[in-house]
């Protein structure tokens, strides 16, 4: 889920008639919002995800490849449990669920500069809206939000204190509204 940002049960459902190692994807044909979207759910994958991918398809060539360290493939219920389990060992962890990576996967693209359209296309969102509301954590990324303030000064002209009216040279006033 880190490295592809998808949902927990795109990931339990992964096996080899969704790996297209060839493109680097998993293709998805029924997926959570297949009716919304009437398109494929395909999860673009970075490198370090196509070798996890190789590695478990050749640990596990039939059926889902992640699987547990009982052997047995993920489930829903699987991941809630495991993830509450976690809780109970690490109270630091209080409110992580497995959902939790997604919205870090989306974060840190917005953070590293990805538009948010491409993450937005990454999540498998038809539009921004999605990411926006649920997703996007950037508030709390103080330290890039001072860095993109920084950046958003940098270029502005000695002692420019108000926005200036292009045309008279003058501020704006309560009739230029």
Known sequence: MTLTGCR??????????????????????????????????????????????????????????????RGKPWTGNAFRIRFRNLRKKHPQLKGVIAYTYRASFATD???????????????????TDTLHRFYNRLSQKIDHLKEAAAKATQDRPAGREAPRDTAEGKPPGPSDQ
């Open 109 to 127: 693209a917005l953070e590293a500069g990805v538009p948010d359209a491409t993450v937005s296309a990454l999540l498998g969102h038809t539009g």
């Open 8 to 69: 927990p049960g795109e990931v339990a459902r992964v096996d080899r008639d969704i790996v297209d190692l060839e493109r680097g994807v998993w293709n998805f044909q029924k997926h959570k919002t297949v009716k919304k979207t009437r398109r494929p759910r395909i999860v673009y994958l970075c490198p370090e995800a196509i070798e996890l991918t190789k590695r478990l398809l050749a640990q596990n060539p039939e059926g889902p490849i992640f699987r547990n360290s």
